[in-house]
């Protein structure tokens, strides 16, 4: 941003938005300054570091994630929903996972999300501690199965996925496993474990009983 020889003044909301457009994955302080056409220094003068530059881009870009809630769904149906469109987020978000599993909340947009839940598995009778460690366990659960996701689609781009199944064919006992499993998409297998996950958490946290009976049930 200069004009003239004189260097054009920028706000931290330009800083953001170009930290968006850059994404959580490449973010680095000169990728903002070269965006900006300024030097890093300047960067330097609205964010600290790169880490609150993170917190900054990172709250800003799940500010744009809006649950949607079902109040017919039964509390299991809604914690997959709750899964399903935080999934779906995140991979059309790459390193927004990465972000959630450092610290999760780190900001108001994170704030925002928490308390879309506790209001949402309040109306099915929890209450706000309950609601918060069954929607902490189904975030956790969502993004690790993210990531590995995105982890593991890097890593086909060196090694075919032909490679993969050629080794797996290696074991006539594994070969038969595999025979046997329907054809299904990553989606398919994330509702199945994340759909037994949900009832099962319901099963042992059914509305109305205190988060400390988990303790002795452990």
């Given amino acids: 941003m200069k004009t003239g020889g004189r260097t054009a003044t920028f706000t931290l909301r330009d800083v953001v938005d170009a930290g968006v457009r850059i994404g959580l994955t490449e973010l680095s302080m000169q990728g903002v300054a070269d965006a900006l056409g300024v030097t890093t220094a300047a960067v330097y003068r609205h964010v600290p570091s790169r880490s609150a530059l993170e917190v900054h881009v990172g709250e800003a870009i799940l500010g744009t ?33 990465q972000y959630l599993q450092r610290l999760f909340p780190r900001g108001p947009s994170g704030i925002r999300l928490l308390e879309h839940q506790i209001i949402a598995l309040g109306r099915r009778g929890y209450d706000p501690a309950a609601a918060t460690v069954l929607s902490s366990a189904i975030a956790t659960m969502t993004i690790g199965v993210t990531v590995s996701e995105q982890e593991r689609a890097a890593h086909l781009e060196s090694q075919s996925i032909e490679d993969a ?21 990553p989606e398919d297998y994330f509702v199945l474990m994340l759909t037994a996950a949900a009832e099962g958490l319901v099963a042992q946290l059914p509305p109305g009983r205190p988060v400390s009976d988990l303790r002795a049930a452990l």
């Fill in 65 to 97: 994630l809006t649950l949607v809630d079902d109040p017919a769904e039964s509390a299991s149906a809604h914690l997959v929903g709750f899964g399903a469109q935080l999934r779906r987020f995140t991979l059309g978000h790459p390193g927004t996972a």
């Fill in 165 to 185: 199944l050629a080794v797996m064919a290696a074991s006539p006992l594994v070969r038969q496993a595999m025979a046997g499993l329907p054809e299904h998409t």
